[in-house]
């Protein structure tokens, strides 16, 4: 049934508000939420500024799986990682994650790792429990990062682990059995990134509690690279991080991210 004119003129009256309050909506997002100088770059600077304070998330975002991974990685070798020339090709390549200052600083260090692998069979593991957005300015942040790391070592010869028979197993880091361990020991880091090109990326790494200057900064004398690695599985491999507590404890959560 069709209304009387009065009643259309009243729809097409609220019809011609609504299409303006839209219009104006369009206007205002175009005006407050742009850039350019045209229309046209207007337009197409919103395609990437869907959500206000989506930038702030992605880089939060990026920022802790960027450093649980480097924590990670940077914490763990075995000698199955090791190449035909005692080399620890897999291990080197955490510096894909650094920027090309720090990856340089990693670089002149990972030989004492790789040393302390090839000569004693030397394994490391580390397991990052919580990682927390310390501060982020522009192209720059600082995250924290809480783990443990678990060293482990091949038994002396003919102390092989109780009622065990090492064979060929003796220097596989997966056979706790034939290994000794230190236990799991808590690390707390300051990781240092910067965003370069778009990408953020490691620049410098400080283990708060070994009371060292940070990772950038050479703390093992040039002239011990000859001196051999120690056995001791008390003691962190040459070339790694120190990991202060000896005491395998749990450590502080200050922003889980599981």
């Known amino acids: 049934m069709i209304g009387s004119p009065a009643r259309r003129r009243a729809i097409l009256a609220v019809l011609v508000l609504v299409i303006a309050a839209c219009l104006g909506t369009i206007a205002l997002v175009v005006t407050t939420r742009s850039a350019g100088d045209g229309l046209g770059d207007r337009l197409s600077s919103l395609q990437d500024d869907d959500v206000p304070g989506a930038t702030?998330?992605?880089?939060?975002e990026q920022l802790l799986t960027?450093?649980?991974?480097?924590?990670t990685r940077f914490n763990t070798?075995?000698?199955s990682m090791?190449?035909?020339?005692?080399?620890?090709?897999?291990?080197?390549?955490?510096?894909?994650l650094m920027t090309p200052k720090f990856a340089e600083v990693f670089s002149?260090?990972?030989?004492?790792?790789?040393?302390?692998?090839?000569?004693?069979?030397a394994a490391s593991e580390g397991?990052?429990?919580a990682v927390g957005v310390d501060s982020v300015d522009g192209d720059s942040a600082e995250v924290l990062v809480a783990g443990t790391i678990e060293l482990s070592y091949p038994f002396p010869e003919g102390q092989q682990g109780e009622g065990d028979d090492a064979g060929d197993d003796a220097g596989d880091p997966a056979t706790d059995e034939d290994r000794i361990s230190s236990?799991?020991?808590?690390?707390?880091?300051?990781?240092?990134?910067?965003?370069?090109d778009g990408n953020w990326l490691v620049d410098d790494l400080d283990d708060i509690d070994d009371g060292l200057p940070p990772f950038s900064q050479p703390s093992i004398p040039e002239d011990s690279q000859g001196q051999p690695p120690s056995t001791d599985p008390a003691e962190s491999p040459s070339g790694a991080p120190t990991t202060g507590s000896t005491e395998p404890s749990q450590p502080e959560t200050e922003e889980g991210d599981q």
């Open 56 to 60: 702030d998330a992605k880089d939060r």
């Open 66 to 71: 960027l450093s649980r991974q480097f924590a």
């Open 77 to 79: 070798y075995d000698p």
């Open 82 to 96: 090791l190449d035909d020339a005692g080399k620890l090709p897999e291990y080197a390549d955490v510096a894909d």
């Open 108 to 121: 002149d260090n990972i030989g004492y790792a790789e040393a302390t692998v090839a000569q004693t069979g």
């Open 127 to 129: 397991t990052v429990y």
């Open 183 to 196: 236990g799991a020991q808590r690390f707390r880091y300051q990781v240092s990134l910067v965003k370069i």
